[in-house]
């Protein structure tokens, strides 16, 4: 069940307290073997422990146990028989699949999105782009999806204009769809 559905939570919502006042209450109004992930609207560090495309991730928060899907906020990545999907899902993989990265919700997008994946923008450390979403717009495994609702909106259309200009990803794509790209080498896969 949301969060919104509990009727102590809407009125606390529609009274206007702080988001401080709010958490509190949802710890104490949510029974304790409710699923955490859908409370942790806030920033929260998570390591990628797999890959559904270049822009679905699987991650788990790193104090719990739980494995659930993001949709990675500000950009559209190539899927399925799309040209260059499987090397948009592969790029995904080998920048983020074992590393711990920081979720954190667009306090203007929805908590999740119409599959029930939550809707995060995804911060790298150590990383000199610091988003996943700009390094993925940047190197061309993914198309900005920007809107009015998103921070890094400039950033992204900045990213995705320097891969287009020099033809760097799925902007080599002439509107046909390639020959399959060979399935990935699996490897390890670290443990959730």
Known sequence: MPV?????IRALES??????ALS?????????????????????AAQI????????????YLDKSEIF??????IDAPEGEECWAAQSTQFARDHLVGRQVVLSAEA?????DPTGALVRR????????????????????????????VRLASQLLSAEAGARDTHRGLWTCDGSI???????????????
């Open 178 to 192: 390639p020959v399959a790209a060979p399935s990935p080498d699996p490897g390890p896969r670290p443990a959730p």
């Open 69 to 74: 899907a993001v949709s990675v906020v500000g």
């Open 49 to 60: 422990v797999d890959v559904a495309d270049g822009d679905t991730l699987v991650a788990r």
């Open 122 to 149: 995804v911060a790298l450390g150590n990383d000199m782009d610091g988003d996943y979403a700009i390094k993925a717009a940047r190197e061309g495994a993914a198309r900005a999806h920007p809107t009015d609702q």
């Open 15 to 20: 009274s206007a307290v702080s988001l401080c």
């Open 108 to 112: 203007t997008l929805p908590n999740t």
């Open 24 to 44: 509190i209450a949802c710890a104490v109004v949510w029974p304790a073997a409710a699923d955490p992930v859908t409370l942790d609207v806030a920033a929260a």
């Open 4 to 8: 919104t559905h509990i009727p102590a």
